[in-house]
């Protein structure tokens, strides 16, 4: 996809035909759970046959969202189109040939299932322990303890709840609001905005961001937390998440050839760039200090907590990597196969306590998230500051501002001067927009969002992937490891060739054929 070879026929991108078949399966399953005896309580039987009801419809309403994040895109008269809304399930003789609803039209339908979901769900699933019948949630009629944990409790989580519901609802509202899918509606950027308040204030609003900090930032490597985990459970980072394995597999795949990795991921100078200074000031602003002959110092604490620089210690013995062009190892510049090609290695994500010697190999526990908190905080940043500017609220009671400040204390950037560069970037919408979008980079980097927010955004897609090489200390920026050609129209993705050609009232999205 970035060296140009993306097109309707080869799309790895492509989410249409798992969607599809997802929907199809949860049509089919809406349509025939009445007919289940699921247990033979007929009130349990009921409250079973409403969760699986919710689950199905806040499914659907995901798979909407990702085929309107992977596939929307404008016709040839210039509609803001998305897919074809199907509610039941396809049979034999049904007619396939459908044309494609309006973008609009699929976002209304999401909203309507995900009313369906939050309407039939939990919160979250619980049990409810005796003497506290009063919590079980009215809209279920008269149940008892033992019917209510039987259907609800603690037995299913990790499947779809309300709270998810209340996520997926602020995930597609921002895409839906973003400059590429926005008529210039305004009202979008606001029901964004609060979709994701409502999400955070059930994770105590501005706590959500100030009151975890440690597993906020480091949910990935927080040793005890990881082995405290219990199955389904969620640190108080994440919202919803797969369930963890004990494994080595990105450590395999990343870590540098000395530590016995593949150093598949090779973090971009271009990357290393946008993290500011301890400061919070750019490293291109005046105020920032930045030595280029000492680029990684006084940086944001992020930079090398995500990135492994030239001479930053890695693995389970604390090992000296070394990346200089020079360099007598494998690690160094462009040496092998597996070394890095843009002077950097991924290590965000990767636990160092793996130990990938095939004498002494060990495995570590990982689980991957589906939502976190910080995801929806920055969604709710990025919203507010296009609704009511950089220190509106709303009726909410926090700002784009607010956020931004604890995302970036959280990190221990501007501590020492109050985040003087934030203060200063309070007071310009446009301003404060960038700094959302950087904060959002850098820390959602290297979780899948940095393509999909550049497009929403329709921002510039054909930046080169830099690097450096560092010989003899001196630091020299490599200005094209690898060059980006996306054509303009591809901000949005196509609809599969193969579709087209079988469906003539599928249309195809502007620019590509």
Not at 117 to 123: E, F, G, M
Not at 399 to 415: F, K, L, N
């Amino acid at each position: 996809m970035a060296t140009g070879q993306w097109t309707a026929n080869n799309n790895p991108a492509s989410q249409w035909t798992n969607c599809f078949a997802g929907i199809q399966y949860l049509n089919i399953m809406l349509g025939e759970v009445n007919k289940v005896q699921w247990v033979t309580d007929p009130v349990a039987n009921r409250l079973f046959t409403t969760r699986i009801k919710g689950e199905a419809y806040g499914l659907r309403a995901l798979l909407m969202y990702h085929l309107l994040m992977t596939h929307a895109g404008k016709g040839t008269g210039g509609t803001m189109l998305g897919v074809p809304i199907l509610l039941k399930p396809q049979t034999t003789s049904d007619n396939y040939n459908l044309p494609r609803a309006s973008f609009d039209d699929c976002m209304k339908q999401i909203y309507l299932d995900l009313d369906s979901a939050d309407v039939k769900l939990p919160l979250d699933y619980q049990n409810i322990s005796l003497g506290q019948e009063s919590l079980i949630p009215s809209k279920y009629g008269k149940v008892t303890l033992e019917q209510y944990n039987r259907a609800f409790g603690v037995t299913f989580s990790g499947l779809f709840t309300g709270r998810i519901a209340k996520a997926v609802r602020a995930q597609a509202a921002l895409l839906a609001a973003s400059p590429a899918f926005n008529n210039g509606n305004t009202n979008k950027w606001a029901d964004a905005a609060n979709y994701a308040a409502n999400v955070l204030n059930l994770n105590g609003g501005l706590n959500a961001v100030t009151n975890n900090a440690a597993s906020g930032l480091t949910w990935y490597s927080n040793t005890a937390e990881l082995a405290n985990i219990k199955d389904g459970a969620n640190p108080p980072e994440i919202l919803w998440r797969n369930n963890w394995g004990e494994n080595r597999d990105l450590e395999q795949a990343n870590f540098p050839p000395t530590l016995f990795g593949n150093g598949r991921i090779n973090p971009t100078q271009n990357l290393v760039d946008a993290f500011p200074m301890l400061n919070g000031y750019p490293i291109n602003n005046p105020n920032s200090e930045y030595n280029a002959a000492d680029p990684y110092a006084n940086r944001d604490p992020r930079l090398k907590m995500f990135i492994l620089v030239n001479g930053a210690a890695a693995g389970v013995n604390n090992t000296t990597i070394n990346t200089t062009a020079n360099g007598t190892t494998n690690d160094a510049l462009n040496k092998v196969a597996t070394s890095t090609r843009t002077g950097y290695y991924l290590r965000k994500l990767l636990r160092q306590d793996v130990n990938l010697n095939p004498t002494s190999a060990t495995n570590q526990r990982h689980y991957k998230p589906h939502i976190r908190y910080t995801e929806i905080a920055l969604a709710y940043a990025e919203a507010a500051n296009e609704a009511w500017g950089p220190n509106g609220m709303g009726s909410n009671t926090y700002s784009a501002y607010d956020i931004i400040r604890a995302v970036r204390r959280r990190a221990g950037v501007g501590t020492s001067n109050n985040d003087a560069y934030l203060e200063s970037a309070k007071g310009n919408k446009e301003t404060m927009r960038q700094l959302i979008r950087n904060e959002r980079r850098l820390e959602l980097c290297f979780e899948g969002f940095r393509f999909w927010d550049l497009r929403r955004w329709n921002a510039e897609l054909t930046e080169p992937a830099k690097g450096v090489s560092i010989q003899n200390g001196v630091y020299t920026i490599l200005p094209a490891v690898q060059d980006r050609v996306f054509r303009n129209y591809m901000k949005y993705g196509p609809i599969p060739y193969s579709e087209i050609l079988k469906f003539s009232a599928l249309e195809q999205n502007e620019g590509w054929n």
